[in-house]
C-alpha cells in the first residue's frame, strides 16, 4: 500500500493531537494534514488529499457539514469515520454519503490500516458516479445539461461551456470531470480572468530555473499538474492572443513548452473551458483566434440565466436553505411564501450565485426582510425601466451575525456597504485561519492562500496578526 497518501484529518479545533493522528502514523503513513469542520472549501482544495478521516469528537451535524465539503471537493473522495449512524435530514440528498466506511472509536493502527485499503479498493472499482449531481434542478434545461454531461464525459474530447456569469459552469464542469473516465485523476482549474498576462502563462505552463529575475527552481505549471485528468480553463474569453497561440498548441498537438524552456512536453491532459463572453463576436472583432475557437467548441454546453429556470427556484433555495444552516450551526430557517414569491418573480442578474448571496446572509441574520427590501427596490427599478443592465446583489462573505446586525441598524439596508466595511475582516479572518492551521508556515500558508509571499507579509503587518 501507497504510505505516502495525502491524509486529511478533520477534527474539533480544541483537539491538538489525538490517538487518531498517532495511530495513523503508527500504520505507516507520513503524509497528512489537519483541518476542522469550518475549514472553508477553498482551503480544503488546496490541500489536495486523496482520504479523508473525520475524528470521532465531532457530533452528527459536523459530520454532515465535512461530508458535504468533501464531496463537493471531490465526489470521488474516501472518508472514513468513527460515527456508526449519520442522521441525514429531509431535504438534504443522502447520494453523498453512499460509500462512507466506518472506524470504531478508538481504532487500532492495524484497523486503520484496513479500512484504508479497503475504501481504496472501493474508489478503485468506481468508475463512474452517476449518483453525485452537482447539477441541481429538475427543469427541462437542467435535465437536458445532465443528459449531455453523461454523453460527453467518458468521451475525451474538449467541452466548452457558455453563460452569463454565476451559471453555474464550473459545477458543470467538475460533474463532466467526475463523471469521466479521468476522475482518478485531478481537476485542476485555472481563471484566465484573474491574473495579468505574465503572471498567467507561468501559471499554466510553468516555468525554468533562470526564466525570469525570481526564478530561483524549475516550477511546473497548471498543465502538468492536470496530467491525467482534466484541466479547467474558466474565462478563456480574455485571453491574450500571444497566449491563445500557445493554447492552440496544447490542443492540437498535446505538447507544449515551460517558460524559459527549450524542450516540448507531452502530456495527457482533458481540457474544459468556459466563457461568459461572446465568442463569436471575439472572433468576428480579430480579439479570440477563429482556429483556437473551433478547437474549443467541439462540443458546446450552455448554461441557462435563473431566469430561463424559474421552476428550479423553489429546489435551489431548499439545498442552499439547508447548507448554509449546517454550515452557520443554524436552526432550520423557513421561507415565508410571499418571499418565495419575490424569489420567482425576480430577474436575478447575477443568476445562482446572486440567489446563493441573498439566501447565505438571510441565514446569518435570521431575517427575510433584507431580501424583501432589497429584490423589490430592484424590480420597481426594472419595471420603470432603469438605465442600465440590472445589477446583482453584492457577494457576501460569513462575518459574524452581531457585527452585521449593528451594521445594518447603523447604516441602513445596503448590502453594498456590508460589503465594503467587511471585506477585509474576512480576509484577515481567512489569512489568520490558514496561518493557524500552518502553523505560522508563511510559505506554506501564502501558497495555499494562492498569493505572493510579499502579499501575505504585507496583510500581517497590515493586519497586525501575531502567533
Known sequence: MNSNLNILIIQSPTVVFSKLESRIKDAGFSLWCTATQDTPIGQLEALNPQLAIIGPSLNNDEVLRCIHALKIVNPAMPVLTSRKEICVPGGLSAAPFDGIHYLSLEPSSDEISKAIEMSLKHKAESTLRPNFQVVIGQGRECMAIRQKIQNVSDKDITVLITGETGTGKELIARSIHFHSLRNKGPLVKINCGALPDDLLESEVFGFQRGAFTDAHRDKPGRLEMAHGGTLFIDEIGNLSLSLQVKFLQVLEEKTFTRLGGTEDKIINTRVVAATNSDLHELVRKGAFRKDLFYRLNIVNITAPPLRDRRDDIPLLVHYFINRYCFEFKKEPLEMPDHILNLFMEYHWPGNIRELENV????????????????????????????????????????????????????????????????????????????????????????????????????????????P
Not at 431580501?371 to 460569513?398: D, R, Y
Not at 475582516?425 to 496561518?435: F, Q, T, V
Open 359 to 466: 439566501i447565505r446572509l438571510a441565514v446569518i441574520l435570521r431575517d427575510w426582510n433584507f431580501a424583501f427590501k432589497e429584490l423589490n427596490i430592484n424590480n420597481i427599478k426594472q419595471k420603470k425601466g432603469a438605465v442600465g443592465p440590472p445589477q446583482p446583489l453584492p457577494p457576501q462573505l460569513s462575518w459574524d451575525d452581531e457585527k452585521i446586525q449593528r451594521t445594518f441598524n447603523e447604516r441602513g439596508f445596503s448590502l453594498k456597504k456590508v460589503s465594503k466595511t467587511y471585506v477585509s475582516e474576512a480576509e484577515k479572518k481567512a489569512i489568520l485561519d490558514m496561518l493557524r492551521q500552518t502553523q505560522w508556515n508563511r510559505k506554506k500558508a501564502a501558497r495555499l492562500l494562492r498569493i505572493s509571499y510579499k502579499t501575505l507579509l504585507n496583510r500581517i503587518e497590515e493586519f497586525d496578526l501575531k
